[in-house]
C-alpha cells in the first residue's frame, strides 16, 4: 500500500473499486497511468479479490498513489474508502471496465478558480454512443450527470449512501442538484464506459424510485414512473419503425 502524503495537493484524484475484476482492471489502469503527472493521484480500492488483483496492485504500486485490499460492504463502502483517503480538489470515480480517455485539467484549474462544485463532462457508451450531460428538471427523474464523467469538489462531497447496491450516484447527485451545488457542464468527451454491468440490470431498478422518492417525494416518483414507461413506448415504437423500413 502507498501512503505517501504529497507536498501539495493534486487537482484530481482518480478513484477505482474493484472485485475480482483483475482482467479488466489492467486496460484501466493501462489508460489512467499515461495521464498521470503531479496533478493527479490515482488511487484503487480493492475488495479482498481472489483472482491476482492483489498480485497485480503490489506489481504496479511504483504508479499508484494509494490502494488497499480489504472486505467492505460494497461499492459505495469502497467508494467511501477512496474519498476518505482522497487527497485532491476534486474526485473522479472509474471502476474496472472503464477507460480513461483525457484529464481536463485546464478546464479543471478554471472550474477551481469559479469554486465550481461540479464538473460534468460527457462519456462514450460502448464505444458507439456519446453521453452528454444535462442538469436541471431532468435530473429530478433520472441520472443525467454520468459517473464516469462527473468530477465532485472533495470538499463538499458527503459521501454515498452505502445501502445502495447501484444507483448511490443518482442519489448524489440528485442530493447536489435539491441542495443548489454549483455546476458546470462540458460536452468534451473524457472517459469510455461499458454499459453491461449491475447498473445497467433491471433488477435493481427500485432504487431509481427509492433515490428520487428520498429526495423529492412521491409524487416525484409518480411522475418519474410515467416518464419512464413514455420512454418505454418510445424506444418500441422507433424499433418498430427501423425493423418495418428494413422490410421494405
Known amino acids: 500500500m502507498q501512503s505517501d502524503v504529497r507536498p501539495v495537493s493534486p487537482l484530481v484524484s482518480i478513484i477505482t473499486v474493484v472485485?475480482?475484476?483483475a482482467h479488466e482492471l489492467v486496460p484501466?489502469?493501462?489508460s489512467v497511468f499515461v495521464q498521470l503527472n503531479d496533478?493527479?493521484?490515482f488511487l484503487i480500492i480493492d475488495?479482498?479479490?481472489k483472482d491476482g488483483t492483489l498480485?497485480?496492485?503490489?506489481?504496479s504500486e511504483s504508479r499508484i498513489d494509494y490502494w488497499v485490499s480489504e472486505r467492505d460492504r460494497g461499492i459505495y463502502d469502497a467508494m467511501n474508502k477512496g474519498i476518505a483517503a482522497a487527497q485532491g480538489e476534486y474526485l473522479l470515480h472509474l471502476n474496472a471496465g472503464d477507460k480513461l480517455l483525457t484529464v481536463p485539467l485546464e478546464a479543471l484549474k478554471t472550474c477551481s478558480e469559479k469554486n465550481i462544485d461540479v464538473a460534468?463532462?460527457?462519456v462514450l457508451i460502448d464505444s458507439e454512443k456519446i453521453f452528454r450531460p444535462r442538469t436541471g428538471f431532468l435530473l429530478t427523474l433520472e441520472n443525467t450527470w454520468h459517473h464516469q464523467g462527473t468530477f465532485y469538489r472533495r470538499a463538499i462531497h458527503p459521501g454515498y449512501d452505502p445501502n445502495y447496491r447501484v444507483f448511490g450516484d443518482m442519489c448524489?447527485?440528485?442530493k447536489m442538484f435539491k441542495e443548489g451545488r454549483s455546476v458546470q457542464l462540458f460536452d468534451s468527451v473524457i472517459a469510455e464506459h461499458r454499459d453491461d454491468g449491475i447498473s445497467n440490470s433491471r433488477r435493481n431498478f427500485g432504487e431509481v424510485y427509492k433515490?428520487?422518492?428520498s429526495n423529492f417525494g412521491w409524487l416525484r416518483v409518480l411522475l418519474a414512473f410515467l416518464w419512464y414507461k413514455y420512454k418505454g413506448l418510445r424506444y418500441r415504437l422507433r424499433t418498430f419503425l427501423y425493423r418495418a423500413k428494413l422490410n421494405e
Not at 498480485?55 to 506489481?59: F, G, M, P, S, T
Open 120 to 122: 460534468s463532462f460527457a
Open 39 to 41: 496533478q493527479i493521484e
Open 47 to 49: 475488495g479482498g479479490s
Open 19 to 21: 472485485f475480482n475484476a
Open 211 to 213: 433515490a428520487i422518492r
Open 172 to 174: 448524489l447527485n440528485q
Open 28 to 30: 484501466l489502469m493501462d
Open 55 to 59: 498480485e497485480l496492485l503490489k506489481a
